[in-house]
């Protein structure tokens, strides 16, 4: 089993569409969880953190629920330009950096 | 946030050529840098952490005497490709991290490198 697993997808929705991406992990140890944006043949960028109450940055909410070893990651007003891969991304510390194989999102006019 | 570069961007070599990737931290001290690998459609996966001044520490299945890894200064570490092979092809991308509580990695632009 992988320790990240995402839905590769692809999600295929209209500009203006809600979508919600979901994240599972194995590891109980991890301590810090990220979604991470990487275009095509580019080297991922960070979005956004993730914190156990749950946040918040314009359109993009993300939440992590440690009981469940659940992360999601919600897009609002979908974008032409958010069209990309969304890598779920976990650290148990110590820089063990674990990368989901991403989630692909095409958003179209 | 911070910036680091990566060079080639691109490179293509003959099977059995040796390939030096050069990732430096342009504006801060990178005590630890990593390397990652990407196949297509697939994830990053770590191939190796570097620290400044020591070997370098190699994650389970990673060949370190393929993978050549030196960090010989705060601002640069290189990754060498001995003996290139065509399943070597792959999307390489170093990182930098430390810098921010959350454990924030900062990416270079990656090197795509095709073994003919």
């Known amino acids: 089993r992988k320790e990240v697993e995402q839905d590769p997808g692809p999600f295929n929705v209209p500009e203006g569409a809600t979508v919600a991406f979901n994240c599972t992990y194995s590891?109980?140890?991890?301590?810090?969880f990220f979604w991470y944006r990487q275009d095509c043949r580019k080297e991922p960028k960070l979005l956004m953190s993730v914190y156990s109450s749950g946040n918040e940055d314009g359109r993009f909410t993300a939440q992590l629920n440690r009981a469940s070893q659940y992360i999601s990651l919600l897009i609002r007003d979908s974008k032409l330009s958010d069209s990309a891969t969304y890598l779920c991304v976990t650290d148990t510390g110590g820089f063990k950096t674990i990368f989901g194989a991403g989630t692909r999102l095409f958003v179209k006019a | 946030g911070a910036v680091v570069s990566q060079h080639p961007s691109w490179v293509i070599c003959k099977s059995g050529t040796s390939v030096k990737i050069e990732c430096r931290s342009l504006d801060f001290q990178a005590t630890t840098m990593f390397w990652y690998r990407q196949f297509p459609k697939q994830s990053l996966m770590l191939m190796a952490t570097s620290n400044e001044g020591s070997k370098a520490t190699y994650e389970q299945g990673v060949e370190k005497d393929k993978f050549l890894i030196n960090h010989a200064s705060l601002t640069l570490s290189t990754l060498t490709v001995t003996s290139a092979h065509p399943e070597d092809s792959s999307f390489y991308i170093c990182s930098a991290g430390g810098l921010a509580d959350y454990n924030e990695q900062f990416f270079g632009p990656g090197t795509r490198l095709t073994v003919l």
């Open positions: 590891n109980s140890a991890s301590q810090s």
